[in-house]
């Protein structure tokens, strides 16, 4: 089955940082793009990062400067190094991916698989 796992949230004070980790499996051809989104409750959910196999990559505004996404040579694992953490970067965090073959870039819409999600707390 095609399927994301994630780990790596946790809780953190501010300013402190997180790494997220998502590998992606049971795939027939590497996913188009792979990358973060997050929902806060009460909020809807939001682009965070988000990386093409081709490298390009895309930032919300509001983690522009302080996340980093990368991912592995195989192109099957996206990390999020997530710096300078803030009490508004609480949420969950989720990974998706596309198998298609446009780059919808932050756009939920567009990503076809998501993972179960893991909670980053900042306080």
């Known amino acids: 089955d095609v399927q994301q796992v994630e780990s790596g949230g946790g809780s953190v004070q501010a300013g402190g940082s997180l790494r997220l980790s998502c590998t992606a499996s049971g795939y027939t051809n590497i996913p188009f793009a792979m990358g973060w989104f997050r929902q806060a409750p009460g909020k809807e959910r939001e682009g965070v990062a988000v990386?093409?196999?081709?490298?390009?990559?895309s930032y919300g505004n509001s983690v522009r400067g302080r996340f980093t996404i990368s991912q592995d040579n195989a192109k099957t694992t996206v990390y999020l190094q997530m710096n300078s953490l803030k009490p508004e970067d609480t949420a969950m965090y989720y990974c998706?991916?596309?198998?298609?073959?446009?780059?919808?870039?932050?756009?939920?819409?567009?990503?076809?698989?998501w993972g179960q999600g893991t909670q980053v707390t900042v306080s």
């Open positions: 990386i093409s196999r081709g490298g390009s990559i």
């Open positions: 998706a991916a596309e198998r298609g073959s446009l780059w919808y870039g932050l756009l939920p819409r567009g990503y076809d698989h």
